[in-house]
Structure formats: C-alpha cells, structure tokens
C-alpha cells in the first residue's frame, strides 16, 4: 500500500513565475491538506481539501491556491513567486472522519522549492 | 500563536540514554501528535495521544499528556544514533468549519552521539 505521494521532489523558479506542485493520499483516505516548512521552522498550514473543496485555510495569501480532484489527489498552486516562498512543501493525508477517531494524518516526503 | 511549542530547542545525549522532549500549546485539542523529522524530509508519524488520555506507549516512546497545564511531553529510552533527528508535537484543532489542522512549533533537534 503506497503512502503520500508528491511530485516533483524539487524545483526551482524564479520570482514571478507560478508554480504547481502534486499530491495523492494514502489508499482509502479523502481528506488531503497542505504545509509550508521554511528551513529552520515548523511546518505551518496552509489549507485543506476534503471533498473537492476548500474547508479551512491559513494565513497564507491568495497567491496560494489548491483544488482537489475525484480520485482525492490534490494539487497547490502559487502565483506570482516571492523569494520568501522557496520552503519544504509538505502534503498530508487523512481517513474520513465518520472511520477515524484518531484523525492522523500521514505525510508525503514534500516538495522542495527554491526560487531565485 | 497557536504553536505548539517545543522544549528544549536542541538536545544532544550519548547514546543509551534517554531523551526527553517538552511540548507546550494554547488551545483546546482533539488530540496531539508527535513527528519525526530527518534532514529536512518528510514528517514520519510517531504516536498519537487524544485529548482524554494521560500517557501512551509504543516501543521504546511514552508520551504524556496534560490537558489542565496544556503540555505534553516525549520520552524516547536507550537512544540510538539513528534517533538523530528532528521531533515536533502537533496538537490537532477541529475548526468550526468542520476540518482539522495540525500546528507545529520549531521542533527539538535531537543529536545522539555514537
């Protein structure tokens, strides 16, 4: 059983450009959301995906923006690249909540922006 | 800040001694979560503790919990080198608009010396 997936591994970009970075969830699980870890940090969130809609977001600027597909994969999307967005992008997935009474959510191994 | 924070910042031990980190948050939880990082990639599940639990085992890990102070705390025994690594505690929030988001703080730098 494959966990979280992401592509690609790393990147790179210069400012302005936009960029799009890819997820899918754990077999059986639906609800997919987002982090930023910038090097040093904790990661922070940014939003999640649970039904192909948007239910909650953080502090994050509508330069960040997600969709969530049929088959529960997701991707985040960020316009207009600062230098301040190069950070570990990470992707966590979790069970439906009718099924999990614990809520964990399960990590891919993240997305490595760096912008120029 | 809803951060979960984490005590001490960094920890460098021998290894077979044990390890202990400290996690404090702000807010009401569902539960809390503890993560393994190696070298900036991605976060390993350790244990999970919910919110009407006071201590947890698995292996050679025992969390604790204490809602009425809003802490918790890790306890890995007989640290390996390979424990080397990154540990954030995530309290899990449900929010009102019915999802659940985890808030990590700076984590401890764990370094187990050979």
């Known amino acids: 059983d494959a966990g979280v997936t992401q592509s690609p591994t790393h990147l790179i970009k210069t400012r302005g450009q936009q960029v799009t970075l890819r997820c899918s969830p754990k077999?059986?699980?639906?609800?997919v959301s987002w982090y930023q870890q910038a090097l040093g940090q904790g990661p922070q969130f940014i939003f999640q995906?649970?039904?192909?809609?948007?239910?909650q977001r953080g502090n994050f600027p509508d330069r960040f923006s997600g969709h969530q597909f049929p088959n529960y994969s997701s991707e985040l999307n960020v316009n207009a690249l600062l230098l301040g967005d190069s950070a570990l992008y990470l992707c966590a997935s979790s069970r439906p909540r009718v099924f999990a009474q614990s809520l964990t959510q399960y990590f891919g191994p993240g997305t490595r922006l760096t912008v120029l | 800040s809803q951060q979960g924070e984490e005590d001490p910042q960094a920890l460098s031990i021998q290894e077979g001694e044990n390890a202990t980190m400290n996690c404090s948050y702000k807010t009401s939880i569902n539960n809390l979560q503890w993560y393994r990082q190696n070298s900036g990639r991605g976060l390993v599940h350790l244990i999970l503790i919910r919110s009407n639990e006071r201590e947890k085992h698995s292996g050679r890990l025992r969390v604790t919990l204490d809602t009425s102070k809003k802490s918790s705390s890790l306890l890995i025994t007989a640290s390996r080198a390979a424990d080397t690594a990154s540990y954030f505690c995530a309290p899990l929030m449900l929010t009102q608009g019915g999802s659940e988001k985890l808030v990590f703080g700076k984590g401890t730098k764990l370094t187990v010396n050979p």
């Open positions: 077999s059986g699980h639906d609800t």
């Open positions: 995906y649970y039904e192909e809609e948007e239910r």
